[in-house]
Structure formats: C-alpha cells, structure tokens
C-alpha cells in the first residue's frame, strides 16, 4: 500500500505563508488534504484529481490556498497564504482510487500522519 508523509508545517505570523508537501511511496490517483484542529472533527481543506486539471477548496481557505501535484515526482503541495490563526491545525494528506475529486473524508482510504501547522495572532 502506498505510504504518504507530509513535511512543511510549522510556526508562522497571521498573514504569513507555509507550503505543505506531501511525498508518496507510489502511484497514487485522487488526492486531497484536510486539517483537524483541536477538539473539532477532521474537515476538507483541498483537493485535486490525478491529472490536476480540477480542484477544489474549502470555502475558509479559497483565494489563499493553492494545491497542486506533479505525478513523476510522486508529490503534492498545499501553498498557503495569508494564513490565520484559524487556520491552526494538523494538516494531513489524503489519496483515494478514484480519479476525480471528492470533498469527503470516507472516500480517502490512504492518510499520512499529519504535520502540524501553527498561525500565531
């Protein structure tokens, strides 16, 4: 099964800029990103189907959250600008068999652990 680790969190300034990467061990075909803070259930944040033609975004994040991938490289990135502290949370990387994109957790069945980003006031 296809392993998946995210890098690229930390500590920033409200209006600042983190850029999230996930890495892959293979193949993978839709991916996505969601976040959980503190004490809230697991929400969407962004996705993007296997050949990045289509996107979505959580409508909290639209405007300031950019996802992309490039398939070679087995790779996919979440920029994030002008960041809030609202924005605080375990961010985690998601992939599904499905080609398309979908807003909802149950249709990922590959998560990686997590990494934590932090938006300081």
């Known amino acids: 099964q296809v392993q998946l680790v995210e890098s690229g969190g930390g500590l920033v300034q409200a209006g600042g800029s983190l850029r999230l990467t996930c890495a892959a061990s293979?193949?993978?075909?839709?991916m996505g990103w969601f976040r959980q803070a503190p004490g809230k259930e697991r929400e969407f944040v962004s996705a993007i189907s296997w050949i990045g033609t289509t996107k979505d975004y959580a409508s909290s994040v639209k405007g300031r959250f950019t996802i992309s991938r490039n398939n070679d490289k087995n790779m996919m990135w979440l920029q994030m600008n002008s960041l809030k502290p609202e924005d605080t949370a375990v961010y985690y990387c998601?992939?599904?068999?499905?080609?398309?994109?979908?807003?909802?957790?149950?249709?990922?069945?590959?998560w990686g652990q997590g990494t934590q980003v932090i938006v300081s006031s």
């Open positions: 293979g193949v993978t075909v839709g």
């Open positions: 998601a992939a599904r068999g499905n080609p398309n994109i979908s807003t909802r957790r149950v249709d990922y069945d590959t």
